[in-house]
């Protein structure tokens, strides 16, 4: 079955950068796009970011362009997410999902909650 | 940007009744249009996509319409464990964009 496992989630204090990872199995991650996907407490879903398979295309939501970065080790079956320049206002939980047929989310991890804060 | 619109933002529904859940998009998506369920503490979970098809195991009162600019997701009978939230996302175009949600509450 697939399974979704982020991590790398804390305190972090405005301006300051974290990286989460997300562990996958159940499936062959080489061969589908990933997502990372916010929630800040009480909110709404924001799509932040997309990498295809192969790490050819990637693309980023607008509040996000330039201070993140997601990549993706397919040797380890991971996929990664670089924040930097944080701020208070992007205090959430972040999710990471697979690619389905085209570019609908059909599997998600728990997540893993980020604390913007000083 | 895409603008994607959810009406309305609470429903209020008694078990066994139909809900309709509505969703519109600021230009055309197609039928490029995924609906998710989301419970509290949970991650959300795909139920349609290609604005009409289940996604596996989802069970059959659920339904989708569209193509275009709007979207229905319908509960035929509402079930004590569909009390949840909803979302409408397009993939249609760059960035993907979710709608602000629809919470189905009970009556």
């Known amino acids: 079955q697939v399974q979704l496992v982020e991590s790398g989630g804390g305190v972090v204090q405005p301006g300051g950068s974290l990286r989460l990872s997300c562990a996958a199995s159940?499936?062959?991650?080489?061969?589908?796009?990933m997502h990372w996907v916010r929630q800040a407490p009480g909110k709404g879903l924001e799509w932040v970011a997309f990498?295809?398979?192969?790490?050819?295309?990637?693309y980023y939501g607008d509040s996000v362009k330039g201070r993140f970065t997601i990549s993706r080790d397919n040797s380890k079956n991971t996929l990664y997410l670089q924040m930097n320049s944080l701020r208070v206002e992007e205090t959430a939980v972040y999710y990471c999902?697979?690619?389905?047929?085209?570019?609908?989310?059909?599997?998600w991890g728990r997540g893993t909650l980020v604390t913007v804060s000083s | 940007e895409i603008v994607m619109t959810q009406s309305p933002a609470t429903l209020s529904v008694s078990p066994g009744e139909r809900a309709t859940l509505s969703c519109r998009a600021s230009q055309s998506v197609n039928s490029n249009l995924a609906w998710y369920q989301q419970k509290p503490g949970q991650a959300p979970r795909l139920l349609i996509y290609g604005a009409s098809t289940r996604a596996t195991g989802v069970p059959a009162r659920f339904s989708g319409s569209g193509p275009g600019t709007e979207f229905t997701l319908t509960i035929s009978s509402l079930q004590s464990e569909d009390f949840a939230v909803y979302y409408c996302q397009q993939y249609n175009n760059w960035p993907l964009t979710f709608g602000g949600g629809t919470k189905v509450e009970i009556k």
């Open positions: 159940g499936f062959t991650f080489s061969s589908y796009g």
């Open positions: 999902a697979k690619d389905g047929v085209i570019r609908e989310m059909d599997y």
């Open positions: 990498i295809r398979y192969d790490g050819s295309n990637i």
